[in-house]
């Protein structure tokens, strides 16, 4: 394993090699963030990594240049173990992290920081960062006069001025506004192709499809929980490239055909059942439940319903304004508890999906536990409650079951959503005050017996 | 305005003071027997917590009224910051004299006069916030009360304590920390021969000093830190995490704070399974309020009524205050001309000592801090320990950071500027670890990314990321060095009497010699000084913090 052959090419400038990060909260539980990754930047190319929030993708760019290590696995660059950061790297940051008590023009020196250069030849170079972004005349403002998209223009010029090797970018537009974050786009592109500045290899981290068309020269699709390396895809469409034409719109779909196959396997792979619940038909397996509130997921219900009861979900994107990680989120959800199908990329209201709809407020709870009641996950917490019906657990002693049974999902955060869930269908009672869950006691009788 | 208002506060407790005479009431006997000790220090605690009581009181009904009345703002918002800046124990010989003079067969004008002093160490910042949060509270939530017709009771109660409760609450803890500064210096004073102790760990550790009982100075410093400790555990802690349930939730997600005793009652770690008592609360939603009936019209009479009310009472302050600096004004014509350029040369030789405790403090506290701060595992683990630390009396530790220096051969001069940083330093510490951890994630992994090491890094990051914090930490060690000049520029040591040249020392003697022209024109020259320096310094400091260094980004 250890050995390279001895035909390879030049190595990659950065890789990662089976690596795993764990982390561990307060309370002891950890959690799994990556597991067994393997990615590599080759030079002269730029890659696209490409996964819904929560999937690890900025820890991948973090550990790949040596901000944090990995809990196991192997950090290279050129090739030879990774010692502290990765030296020929730079990074545009999602809130730009820009100094605030520099001007623009000591903000972008700053990129140039342990870089011995004859004065003339860096003031040379950040005047030039400057002028490839657009922020001449603003060299003596500070970071707070500028719009967003302008800080960001000189967190790039800041990556750029010392001529970077590998440039990261780490979901560089997504604190802009849709238009802002437009145009630089654009300009980003142009920086791109025309290899402006020395550039050389980047990675890009992004949860849009479009981003990583328009961008990237390969697409890696992550997988959440624990994030992996799902789908590596050569980007084939020719430059310059344009949302409109037919080859970008295609490959568009393609992407989203395997994201929707990474995200919403049309066969759930089978785990050991959840003891059932006496007098209730068999539970399913005890799994993760996607973040979504109850809400949304209704909502979804109402959309599809406009549309005649049947949409794809490239289109809920278009409406929803969600990105694609978080339309499949709700999607899947929906279809846990029987309210719609996902046909390939489709998304089907059910029968039962329809009588939730006309369903009044008052009659949605009762509706929707008999759903709850028929998760594994539901039956696990409703059986520990069960034990000592009229007293509440402390939440915690539920947030440590679920992070034994589910070692790979953020305990806190599903137990958000079981919560979310589960009050919905009137199953719990939470006391927010004492952090503590009790079995729902309203005047309906009281469910899971 | 301001020079009317402490006038009048100086001239009356002078005033007081001159009708005071010869004591009848017997001295203290103190008991230096660790056996004693337990009473002394439960003595010493309850006057702290009348003290508190006091300063709740005063803040809730004063911040009450300071933020309703829009006329009220204009005049008690300013009297609060002069209240801040004044030494207040510069009025502690004039207060325990005059209270001595008010019931002068018993310990009760002692027993008030050392509660009002810890009480005037504790309250400013606690109204300032309460305050603070009170002009913070939401419009919408305001609008809710008033539609829904709350009574004042109920919006005083649903509104307004609720949204400033973490605030008070952390204020409290600062202000009890503050108040045993002053507690212990009250508790042993005493005047040239005359004697005003009080039986309290104060006065325990000054007989122990006096006659030079290692022991009992040991045994002192023991129960006091277990007083904190147990304080600190007991009380606050619990009543820090308690108050998180008032946290606005969109600020939520920070680290939320802990506490080892609320855990016990809430819950336990280790028992997984431990069960608990539901907590019954009243979910019945609150009956709508009756239909207003005719005679109390909103606006009407009770408003005007009020108006008349508040006017009334200014002209009886402002009348006070008019009679007060009248009276200023007599005692300050009989200081001689020559006395007023001692005290101008006594003004600058305290203010050479504070800013050199000032610098000594931020010199040890810029680095540790930061150093602290930077890691969010120490930060954790010292923050509780430092905040101990700090809230012990400083001047109980005099005497002994005396010996040392002197053996190290220190002029007095200088010891006291140490003296005076030993309590004020813990306000710059604890704002710059404040700072350090609070520097922004991106920011550090943008210097990492770009090779910023050593001295480029604490330039460039560290340092202009904790200055707004490092401001506020030394404009409040500032008010407490000016404060502690009175009790450290004169020390009594071994039966001997060490003093320095300077406003403190100035303002000491006069006491001493019941020189009340004096003693007013030095505690007057203190306040004056105090405003003056923050309008030149810290002002523009606060100005450069708050607008080139700040990371409101």
């Known amino acids: 394993m250890s050995a390279r052959p001895a035909s390879a090419p030049a190595p990659p400038i950065a890789a990662v090699r089976g690596v795993d990060k764990v982390y561990a909260d307060d309370a002891g539980r950890t959690r799994s963030v990556l597991k067994n990754v393997d990615f590599e930047v080759r030079s002269g190319e730029v890659v696209a990594i490409l996964g819904p929030s929560g999937c690890g993708k900025s820890t991948l760019l973090r550990i790949l240049i040596g901000l944090i290590p990995p809990s196991a696995g192997r950090v290279e660059q050129h090739g030879i173990p990774l010692e502290g950061i990765h030296p020929g790297t730079a990074v545009v940051f999602q809130n730009f992290a820009l100094f605030p008590w520099l001007t623009v023009e000591e903000n972008v020196r700053v990129g140039l920081n342990g870089r011995p ?20 005349g603003h060299e003596r403002a500070f970071p707070k006069e500028l719009s967003g998209g302008m800080k960001q223009r000189v967190g790039i010029a800041r990556a750029l001025v010392g001529r970077p090797e590998l440039l990261c970018m780490d979901e560089p537009f997504s604190a802009l506004d849709i238009l802002t974050a437009e145009l630089l786009r654009t300009e980003v592109y142009r920086l791109f192709t025309e290899r402006a500045s020395g550039l050389s290899s980047v990675v890009l981290i992004t949860h849009l499809i479009e981003e990583a068309v328009f961008l990237g020269d390969r697409i890696v699709v992550m997988g959440a929980n624990p994030g992996t390396v799902r789908r590596e895809i050569v980007n084939t469409v020719p430059h310059p490239r344009e949302y409109r034409r037919d080859d970008f719109i295609r490959m568009v779909e393609r992407i989203h055909d395997v994201v929707t ?44 319903a406009d549309h005649d009861g049947t949409m794809n979900l490239f289109d809920i994107d278009a409406i929803t304004d969600y990105d694609f990680g978080r339309t499949i989120a709700v999607a899947k959800a929906a279809e846990m508890l029987d309210l719609v199908g996902t046909p390939k990329n489709d998304v089907v209201l059910t029968d039962f999906g329809r009588k939730m709809i006309r369903a009044s407020a008052a009659e949605r709870p009762a509706l929707l536990r008999a759903e709850l009641l028929a998760l594994g996950t539901f039956c696990l917490v409703i059986q520990e409650l069960a034990q000592e019906p009229d007293t ?38 939470y006391d927010a005050a004492a952090d503590t869950i009790a079995l729902f006691s309203g005047r309906e009788e009281g469910a899971g017996g | 305005m301001l020079l009317v208002v402490l006038g009048a506060l100086v001239a009356g407790v002078v005033g007081l003071a001159q009708r005071w005479e010869a004591p009848i009431r017997p001295a203290v006997e103190i008991d230096l027997s660790p056996s004693a000790l337990p009473l002394y220090t439960l003595l010493s605690l309850s006057r702290g917590f009348a003290a508190y009581l006091l300063s709740l009181a005063f803040t809730l009904v004063y911040g009450t009224i300071a933020a309703h009345g829009r006329r009220a703002e204009k005049v008690m918002l300013p009297l609060l910051d002069i209240g801040q800046g004044i030494p207040v124990l510069g009025f502690l010989p004039g207060l325990v004299l005059g ?155 920070e680290d939320a704070p802990e506490s080892w005793v609320l855990n016990l009652m809430r819950r336990s770690r280790f028992l997984r399974r431990m069960r608990l008592r539901r907590r019954r609360r009243s ?68 203010s050479v000592r504070t800013f050199s405790a000032l610098a000594l403090a931020a010199a040890w506290t810029l680095p540790i801090g930061i150093l602290i701060g930077r890691s969010a595992v120490w930060s954790r683990r010292l923050q509780p320990v430092v905040q101990i630390v700090a809230s012990f009396p400083a ?19 200088a010891i006291a500027a140490v003296l005076m940083l030993l309590g004020a330093q813990w306000y710059v510490l604890f704002n710059v670890l404040a700072g350090a951890s609070a520097i922004p994630h991106d ?45 450290a520029e004169t020390l009594h040591f071994r039966g001997t009497t060490l003093e320095t040249f300077g406003l403190g020392s100035l303002i000491t003697k006069a006491t001493r010699e019941a020189d009340f022209p004096l003693l007013t024109a030095g505690v007057l020259t203190m306040s004056l000084a105090i405003v003056v320096l923050n309008r030149l310094v810290w002002r523009r400091l606060y100005r450069l913090a708050e607008t080139k260094y700040s990371l409101n980004r």
Not at chain 1, 117 to 133: H, I, Q, S, Y
Not at chain 2, 312 to 317: E, H, K, N
Not at chain 2, 395 to 413: A, E, S
Not at chain 2, 457 to 483: D, H, M, Q
């Open chain 1, 117 to 136: 250069l004859p004065p003339f030849e860096a003031d040379g170079r950040v005047k030039t960062a400057l002028k490839a972004v657009g922020l001449e």
């Open chain 2, 443 to 487: 920011l550090d992994e943008a210097a990492d990314v770009y090779a910023m090491k050593g001295g480029t890094r604490w330039r460039t990051l560290f340092v202009p990321a904790v200055f707004p914090f490092l401001v506020t930490g030394l404009v409040t060690a500032a008010g407490g060095a000016w404060n502690a000049s009175i009790v």
């Open chain 1, 261 to 304: 196959r990474v995200h919403l396997p049309e066969v759930e792979e089978e785990e050991p059942a959840a003891p059932t619940l006496p007098g209730r038909r068999p539970a399913g397996p005890v799994a993760p439940l996607p973040a979504v509130p109850m809400g949304e997921i209704l909502g979804l219900l109402e959309i599809l």
């Open chain 2, 99 to 253: 209270m001595v003079a008010l019931f002068p067969k018993t310990n009760v004008g002692l027993e008030l006069a050392c509660i009002l002093m810890i009480f005037t160490g504790q309250v400013w910042n606690m109204t300032f916030s309460y305050v603070g949060s009170l002009r913070s509270i939401p419009g919408e939530l305001q609008e809710v009360a008033r539609l829904h017709r709350f009574s004042f009771w109920k919006r005083f109660r649903t509104v307004e304590v609720s949204s400033s409760v973490i605030g008070l609450v952390w204020n409290s803890m600062m202000s009890m920390a503050g108040g045993w500064f002053f507690l212990t210096v009250t508790e042993a004073f005493t005047l040239g021969d005359r004697d005003f102790r009080l039986p309290g760990i104060g006065s325990y550790m000054a007989v122990a000093i006096e006659k030079g009982d290692r022991r009992a100075m040991a045994w002192a410093i023991v129960a006091m830190t277990v007083m904190i400790v147990a304080v600190d555990q007991l009380l606050w802690r619990p009543l820090v995490v308690w108050s998180q349930r008032f946290r606005n939730a969109d600020i939520e997600g």
């Open chain 2, 283 to 350: 979910r019945a939603p609150t009956p709508p309020a009756p239909p207003e009936s005719a005679g109390a019209v909103p606006g009407g009479t009770g408003e005007r009524a009020r108006a008349a009310l508040v006017s009334g009472l200014g002209i009886a302050a402002l009348a006070v205050a008019l009679l007060g600096a009248w009276k200023l004004v007599g005692l300050l014509v009989r200081v001689p001309a020559g006395k007023w350029l001692v005290l101008a040369g006594a003004v600058g030789a305290t």
């Open chain 1, 392 to 429: 509440p657990l402390a939440a915690d002693a539920v947030r440590d079951l679920l992070a034994e049974r589910l070692p790979t999902v953020d305990a806190s955060e599903l137990f958000e959503t079981l919560l979310n869930w589960g009050r919905a269908g009137h199953l719990f009672e």
């Open chain 2, 395 to 413: 001047p109980m530790l005099f005497p002994i950071v005396t010996g040392v220096l002197l053996v190290l051969r220190v002029p007095f001069g």
